[in-house]
């Protein structure tokens, strides 16, 4: 049998296209991708060439059809329908459905579904129109960088909600769905379109930004309910619907982005001296393993890692993965100079070493030279890693924020991360901020500070914690001799209360929080001991 091209479809579509407006253009185009599609399935199955040029005038039709509901209302709609019969289409309306069958297809779509394909239409417009008036309208109040940098705040919420009529062009659009008077006003001033927005601190040279934009609008004269209609149609509109707003995520995205970011980046800058921020959260272990668990690319979907553990780490969850994405890919592809240094310091903390694997995976070797995949090792090893991402993604001069470095490591390890902590400034140009309950780090760090021991002491140490540790100790030893430790203390207490505490202090007199506690078991067990005597 004799079988038809596609390519004359996809003509007879343009000339169609040409007459439309670029909004009607756009919203006729993502329909003609499915219908072309199952237009080539049923010419695969060779249909003849007579039966394909009905296929073609019944897809002009559909998308004739679907611009008019999109520029036009019900009766230019019922126009259309008209002249597809006029072609050798049947038409006809039954249990109210407009039903439309020409060989070898036939769709039925519900006349009260006409207005929502229209009201699809004007969420498209006006979602469309944010990024292009409303973002210039958003004012930063919310977002000024030095709350964000300097009272150490990692996220940022703020909401903008525009009435309708505050568009320029959502009057025009609503009288094109058939509003008129009173309905018209109503309309333009009891609805809106609110553009909400969580910003996160990304570093040097991003913010990200998550929208979710929701516009308000009544349906003129109600929404019909759907008896019987096309699934490919159907599916096709959604798929218009969620592109759309997809764009204007990703647009208004960087339009903000540029903006907050160069705020940001300024205040860290003129203010702290700081090019980029990171900030490396808790449970990093549990979150690298389920990453890792995930995909074999674990990092390339932040729409789904979202919402698998968005709930247990919010806030900081996207900033995050980001960036630890970029020291992953970074790690399996390429390192710098200051990257490759940076890992091999690590050797000494992790008693072992992350190398790239097939498949795109995370090895780890530990010192005995077995390998294992990082999903399968320790959680030592787990925790290290979140951190490395981290790191391995920054710039110079950039400020990293740590919580709880010393979780889930042992004390050897624990004095190793002081060690690391301390190294990073000379590895990398970073400067390091942690909050710990670690009387190891906060003991360790001290002794850098006021003893500033040179390279061999600090190999001296690593021997004695770590003896069986070889790789990464000269490195590790080297950093540390090499940088300028500048260490500032501050105990937090529970009554709300902040204090600066000497390095000195905590050699000599007690660790803030720590040594009272351990005072008061000495105490309670000696006269627990004496009672018993």
């Known amino acids: 049998m004799q079988t038809a091209e596609p390519r004359p479809i996809v003509n007879a579509l343009r000339a169609i296209y040409a007459k439309l407006s670029p909004l009607d253009r756009y919203a006729a185009g993502r329909v ?35 611009a008019a509901l999109r520029s036009g209302g019900v009766e230019e709609a019922r126009t259309v329908l008209g002249r597809m019969g006029e072609v050798g289409l049947k ?14 297809m036939e769709w039925a779509v519900d006349v009260g579904v006409l207005r929502q394909m229209a009201v699809d239409a004007f969420y498209g417009f006006m979602a469309e129109l944010v990024p292009v008036r409303g973002v210039d309208a958003v004012r930063l109040e919310p977002l000024e960088p030095l709350d964000v940098v300097g009272a150490q705040r990692l996220r940022v919420e ?31 001033f009891s609805s809106s379109v609110s553009l909400h927005f969580d910003v996160g601190v990304g570093g040097r040279s991003s913010v990200w930004l998550e929208f979710r934009i929701d516009t308000r609008a009544f349906s003129p004269g109600g929404a019909g309910r759907v008896e019987k209609t096309d699934g490919g149609l159907s599916k096709a509109l959604d798929e ?4 759309l707003v997809s764009k204007v995520v990703r647009r208004s995205a960087a339009y903000l982005s540029s903006a907050v970011v160069g705020g940001v980046r300024g205040a860290l800058r003129s203010r ?30 932040p729409v789904y890692l979202r919402r698998l553990v968005e709930e247990f780490y919010p ?31 690590a050797a000494p903390l992790l008693e072992g070493r992350l190398v790239p694997g097939a ?57 190793a991360m002081a060690l690391f902590l301390v190294s990073l400034p000379a590895l990398c140009g970073c400067r390091v901020v942690a909050t710990t309950h670690s009387d190891l780090l906060a003991i360790t760090m001290s002794q850098l500070a006021v003893q500033r021991p040179d390279r061999q002491w600090v190999v001296e140490l690593l021997a004695r914690v770590l003896p069986h540790v070889k790789e990464g100790v000269d490195v590790l030893a080297g950093a540390v001799a090499e940088a300028a430790v500048d260490l500032r203390i501050y105990e937090f207490t529970r009554e709300g209360r902040v204090a600066a505490v000497r390095p000195e202090d ?20 000696f006269r627990l001991a004496s009672r018993r005597r």
């Open 32 to 66: 003609e991708r499915r219908l072309s599609a199952r237009i080539a399935e049923y010419l695969e199955r060779e249909f003849r060439a007579e039966a394909s040029s009905s296929v073609r005038r019944l897809v002009s039709g559909v998308v004739e059809l679907v």
């Open 91 to 104: 038409v006809a309306e039954a249990g109210g459905s407009v039903v439309v069958r020409g060989p070898p």
């Open 158 to 188: 703020a909401e903008r909600r525009y009435p309708l009529g505050w568009f320029g062009q959502a009057g025009e659009v609503l009288r094109r769905l058939g509003c008129g008077g009173d309905e018209l006003e109503r309309l333009l």
């Open 240 to 243: 218009y619907v969620e592109e």
């Open 272 to 301: 702290l001296g700081f090019e980029g921020l990171r900030f490396v959260p808790f449970g990093r272990s549990v979150l690298v393993l389920a990453l890792e668990s995930a995909s074999r690319e674990p990092y390339a979907r």
């Open 315 to 345: 806030g900081v969850l996207a900033s995050y993965v980001y960036w630890a994405s970029e020291g992953r890919r970074r790690l399996l592809e390429w390192l710098d100079e200051a990257g490759a240094r940076v890992l091999d310091a």
């Open 359 to 415: 498949a795109g995976r995370v090895m780890y070797r530990d010192w005995r030279g077995s390998l294992v995949e990082i999903r399968l090792s320790s959680a030592l090893v787990g925790e290290v890693a979140g951190l490395l991402f981290s790191l391995l993604s920054v710039g110079g001069r950039s400020l990293v924020l740590v919580e709880e470095p010393e979780a889930q490591l042992h004390p050897g390890a624990q004095i």
């Open 506 to 525: 905590v050699l000599g007199k007690e660790v803030p929080g720590i040594s009272r506690v351990i005072d008061e078991l000495t105490d309670w067990a």
